[in-house]
Every structure is written in structure tokens, then in C-alpha cells.
């Protein structure tokens, strides 16, 4: 069974993250995908995120009317920084090794994969289907396999569906007043304003 994995802040979990999520699952023929809300992401350790309690309510509003998208809070319980790898180390113990696991993630992300916590060993566990980023340039995938051995045969590179939307740009727009409704699903919008989330 291919099983997809989206890792992310999610803060908050907005309207590209879905339609990513529906695009990467029929392309790729995925059975389910999971939405991981990080706890401490090591990569914005300086920069604050909200409650994970907040984010993780938000992910279950989106994804509440699609049954093959799923929520997995290892991360929000698991202590201290997150880590991809662990994450995945941990999904393959509890799945097992008959199941294909595809971690989902953007351009601008397979960048930095060199200075993630062990780019090599994470690359045998799982394969990295990567989306475009608008702004981004194309992935340089020799440059990646120059710096990580076999990692340009585990990515699946796609040319779609770019979009052009940012969890910072609704925050911004929540702390301005101005609408999000065509960013976010209504049930997360509604989330946002009773619980009075991004209101500096």
C-alpha cells in the first residue's frame, strides 16, 4: 500500500495544503495520506508557532470531509525538536516494511535536505515526492546526489500544482482584518476567528 506523508506547521493549515494533498495522492496512487502537524520543528526553532493544540484542531476541521486524508499527531506528542526522519522511522515500525511510504514536500524544502538530521538513512525509508514552490527554482538534483549518494533516485520530481499561497500571508492578513475565506476552509476560518488566533 503507498502511503503518503505531509509534515508541516500547518499554522495554519490552509487551502494549497489540500489541494497538494489531493493532487500528490491521485497522481501518485496513494491509499491515505497523513497530515503531521511538527511540535518543534528544528528549522524554526527561533521563530514561535502556535499552540499545537490550535493547529491540530485546525488540520482535523480541513480534513474532516475527506476520508482519505488522515491526522497524526506523533509529532505534537513526541518531545523536544522534530525530526523527519524519526517520524518516518517510527511510521515504518507501526505500518511495516509491505508499505510504501511518500513524504511529500516542496522545492524550496529539497534544498536544505543536506542539513537535515540523516538525509541518507531517511532517503532508504521513504521516497520524496516534491512540488512545486512559486518563487522557487527547479530542484538541482545532480547538485543533491553530489551531496547525498542515491537520493536523486528516490525523489519523484512534479511539475504541478503550483500554489501560490503562504501560512505567513494569512496570518498577515488576519492581524490587517482582512478576509481569508478564499484561503482556508470555512470551518478553519471560523477556528481562527473564535478562538481569535494571528490577532496581534
Not at 493549515?13 to 489541494?19: F, K, T
Not at 522534530?82 to 517510527?90: K, Q
Not at 512559486?134 to 543533491?144: F, T, V
Request: proline share 8%.
Amino acid at each position: 500500500m503507498n502511503i503518503g506523508l505531509m509534515g508541516g506547521t500547518f499554522d495554519p493549515i490552509h487551502n494549497g495544503h489540500l489541494v497538494v494533498a489531493e493532487e500528490v495522492r491521485s497522481r501518485l496512487d496513494l491509499a491515505v495520506l497523513l497530515f503531521v502537524p511538527a511540535g518543534q520543528p528544528w528549522l524554526k526553532m527561533d521563530n514561535p508557532v502556535s499552540l499545537a493544540e490550535d493547529r491540530v484542531h485546525m488540520v482535523r476541521l480541513a480534513i474532516a470531509d475527506k476520508p482519505c486524508l488522515k491526522l497524526s499527531t506523533m509529532e505534537v506528542e513526541r518531545p523536544g525538536a522534530t525530526y523527519t526522519v524519526d517520524t518516518i522511522a517510527e511510521l515504518q515500525a507501526q505500518l511495516g516494511a509491505e508499505n510504501d511510504l511518500y513524504f511529500i514536500l516542496g522545492w524550496d524544502s529539497l534544498a536544505e535536505l543536506p542539513q537535515w538530521k540523516e538525509p541518507s538513512r531517511l532517503i532508504t525509508m521513504c521516497r520524496l515526492a516534491v512540488v512545486p514552490r512559486p518563487g522557487y527554482p527547479r530542484p538541482d538534483l545532480k547538485a543533491l546526489e553530489a551531496r547525498i549518494p542515491g537520493s536523486s533516485q528516490r525523489v519523484i520530481l512534479m511539475d504541478k500544482p503550483e500554489i501560490d499561497i503562504s501560512a505567513s500571508e494569512i496570518r498577515d492578513r488576519i492581524a490587517q482584518r482582512l478576509s481569508i475565506s478564499h484561503l482556508v476552509p470555512g470551518p478553519v476560518e471560523s477556528y481562527i476567528r473564535r478562538h481569535r488566533l494571528y490577532m496581534t
